[in-house]
C-alpha cells in the first residue's frame, strides 16, 4: 500500500459525514479518495468537499474506484453486509459500523467470507475499546485489581431519540454498546438476557417502551445490568461500576470543568455521544488506519460483531416475552481464537 491509505466511505450521514472530517482533519496517514451514498445530491456535497475524491451512489461503485485500499461502512445496518461482502471480493481492510449486521445469520456469513479468504479484516466501530476512562478499567480488572468482577453496573442515558427510533433499537442499537464492553472488560460471554420495563416515560413517543433495564449473565458468574433511557432529556451519559470481591472502579463521571458561583456549584452535561466519544473514535480510526495499512485488524472483529448480534436477538426475544432468554451461539472459528 502507498504511504497515504485511501479510503472509500460508505454512507455520508451523520456517522458517515463525521468519519469524512475525521479522517481529513484528525487523523494522518489516510484521505478519502471515494464516498457512496442512495441520496445522489448530499454524497455529491460530501465529495466536492474533498480534494480528489469521487461520488457515487453505488457502494460497489466506490469500493472499485481508484484508489481505494480501505473501506469504512457507515450506512444503515442492513446494507452493510452486502457492502462488508464487496469490500471483501478485493481483500480490502474494512470499519464497519455497528451493527456489524443486523442479525447473527448473517454476521456467521461475513465470519464465513473470512475463512474462505484465511485472513481477518473486518473491524466492528465499538468505538468504547478506544475510550481513555474504559481502557484504564479494562486495565484493572485485567491486573486483578479489584479481585474477581461479580456485578457490572452501567447506565446510557441520550437526551431524547430521533423520530425513527424503535423499542427494539433500544437493545440493538443502544444496549449493544453494552454488550461489547461487557464482554471485553470481563473477557467473558454473555450466556442469558432479561429485560424488564417499567411505565414508559412521558418523554417517550407514543409506543416506545422507553427506559428499559436489561440484566446479562456471563460465561464467568457475573452480572450486568443496563440502564437504557434514550429519553431522559437531561443529556447523553455512559457510566460503568464494575465490582469486585475486593473493590470497585467506576468510570463516566468525569467533568471537565465544575464551576462553583453565586451559592451554586455544577458543569455542564455532555449532549451527544459524537462529543463524550469524539477522542475514542480519533483513536478507533487511528488504530485501524494504522492496522490497515498492514492488512490487520486493530479492534473488535467479525466474531465480536457476531456475539454482539447473537445477544441482541435473545434480548429481543426476551423484551418481547417478559422471560429469561438464553443466548445461542455457534462455536468460535479458529481463525477468532
Known amino acids: 500500500m502507498t504511504s497515504t491509505l485511501g479510503i472509500a466511505v460508505v454512507g455520508t450521514g451523520r456517522m458517515g459525514a463525521d468519519h469524512v472530517r475525521r479522517i481529513g482533519r484528525t487523523v494522518g496517514g489516510a484521505r478519502v479518495v471515494a464516498v457512496a451514498d442512495p441520496d ?3 454524497v455529491k456535497a460530501v465529495a466536492d468537499a474533498l480534494d480528489g475524491a469521487s461520488a457515487h451512489t453505488d457502494p460497489a461503485a466506490a469500493i472499485a474506484a481508484p484508489g481505494v485500499q480501505a473501506v469504512l461502512i457507515a450506512s444503515p445496518g442492513p446494507a452493510h453486509e452486502e457492502a462488508i461482502a464487496h469490500a471483501l471480493a478485493r481483500q480490502l481492510p474494512v470499519l464497519c459500523e455497528k451493527p456489524l449486521t443486523p442479525d447473527p445469520e448473517g454476521a456467521l456469513r461475513v465470519m464465513e467470507a473470512e475463512r474462505r479468504l484465511g485472513k481477518r479484516l473486518v473491524q466492528v466501530g465499538f ?15 485485567d491486573a486483578g485489581g479489584i ?12 437526551a431524547s431519540s430521533p423520530s425513527f427510533f424503535t423499542s427494539d433499537m433500544l437493545i440493538t442499537d443502544s444496549v449493544v454498546h453494552e454488550v461489547d464492553a461487557a464482554r471485553w472488560l470481563l473477557g467473558q460471554e454473555v450466556t442469558a438476557v432479561s429485560v424488564l420495563s417499567p411505565r ?3 418523554a417517550a413517543p407514543e409506543g416506545l417502551r422507553d427506559p428499559r433495564l436489561v440484566l446479562l449473565e456471563t460465561s464467568g458468574g457475573a452480572v450486568v445490568d443496563v440502564e437504557i433511557f434514550v429519553n431522559c432529556g437531561f443529556g447523553y451519559q455512559v457510566r460503568c461500576e464494575a465490582v469486585g470481591e475486593s473493590g470497585s472502579a467506576q468510570i463516566g463521571d468525569g467533568h471537565a470543568m465544575v464551576v462553583q458561583s ?3 456549584w455544577g458543569g455542564e452535561i455532555d449532549q451527544d455521544f459524537t462529543v463524550r466519544f469524539a477522542d475514542a473514535y480519533d483513536r478507533q480510526l487511528r488504530s485501524w488506519v494504522a492496522g490497515a495499512a498492514r492488512g490487520r485488524v486493530a479492534g473488535p472483529d467479525a466474531w465480536d460483531g457476531y456475539a454482539a448480534a447473537a445477544v441482541s436477538e435473545a434480548g429481543l426475544t426476551a423484551a418481547r416475552s417478559g422471560v429469561r432468554t438464553v443466548v445461542e451461539m455457534a462455536e468460535r472459528p479458529a481463525l477468532y481464537r
Open 200 to 202: 414508559p416515560t412521558s
Open 147 to 158: 479481585g474477581r468482577p461479580l456485578f457490572l453496573h452501567c447506565r446510557h442515558r441520550n
Open 127 to 141: 468505538m468504547r475499546r478506544f475510550d481513555a476512562e474504559y481502557v484504564r478499567l479494562k486495565e484493572l480488572l
Open 262 to 264: 453565586g451559592g451554586r
Open 40 to 42: 445522489g445530491d448530499r
